[in-house]
């Protein structure tokens, strides 16, 4: 008797074409889900036959009043090998093997570029001002050369981004709270002296920090308040390092020049959220992993930890910590 598997937020529908499923249908009903599902009640609904669960990131959150309404779940695969989303001890409590996939670093770094790029030179609005018949060049520019950018967080995304801003002829600083002189220096840029040194001497900071108990909101209305009045701040990383409330108010007053944001606190963003209508904001969807390279790995390697827990030898697990 074939056991049943549900893709959720195969947004794209590409989970099937850009993997090799074909090793599992004899064993495995697959069902997959491009609209993404808000309610517990509805999750519940859907997946209560369900042995087998895939999700993208953290798009659709399994805590724990899901895990305990969903018993017949024995193997949840994430896609990637980090997942604030998933209640691993509650998980761990129900015998519910986790595990995730690779990924590549790499598409994160190039869509922070993106953004900074696209709203230093203020590219959705003249992109705008062509489709809409507006005025032919209706903003100046700001040059990147010759400017600090400050990047929290040195890891490999962050080193990827302070690369780029060095190559750009970018004077490059980064902060975080174990980076060390050496490690800095490693990668060519200087260890600020401090997070509020970097906050107040930067033209851009562009944050890489994973979120934990120490960076959630690590950046709030005091540090805000420090930054220059012409810089901007790159989010790509996790909304809850930044006070939201704190930024948008912030925006709004002009007190930072703008922001690009690929991260929110709830995603998808809600309609009437004030990020949505901000003028010096650019916003993209939680782009920065979605990439075809990121997919196929992805799910080449859901397909992987499914054939590994069918034959009873489970792989890349994920603990509770």
Known sequence: MK?????????QNKALELADWSTLTD????????????????????????????????RTPFRASLLARLPRLKLLVTTGMRNA???LAAADRQSIVVCGTAGHSESTAELTWALILGLARHVP????????????QSTIGTDMSGKRLGVLGLGKLGSRVARVGLAFGMEVVAWSQNLTTER???????LAASKEELLESSDVVTIHLVLSDRTRGLIGAAELERMRRT???????????????????????????????DVFETEPLPENDIFRSLPNVLTTPHLGYVTEANYRTYFLEAVEDIEAYLNSSPVRRLFPQ
């Open 27 to 58: 064993r495995v009903n697959l069902r997959v889900y491009s609209e993404h599902m808000d309610h517990e009640d509805k999750l519940v609904q859907e997946l209560s036959d369900c042995e087998i669960v895939v999700i993208m990131r953290e």
């Open 85 to 87: 989303s998933v209640d």
């Open 125 to 136: 609005q003249e992109f705008q001002a062509i489709r809409q018949g507006g005025p032919w």
């Open 184 to 190: 800095a220096e490693a990668e060519g840029v200087r």
């Open 231 to 261: 810089a901007y701040l790159i989010n790509t990383s996790r909304a809850a390092i930044v006070d939201q409330a704190a930024l948008a108010e912030a925006l709004r007053t002009g007190r930072i020049a703008g922001a690009a944001l």
């Open 3 to 11: 056991i049943n598997c549900a893709i959720l937020d195969d947004y």
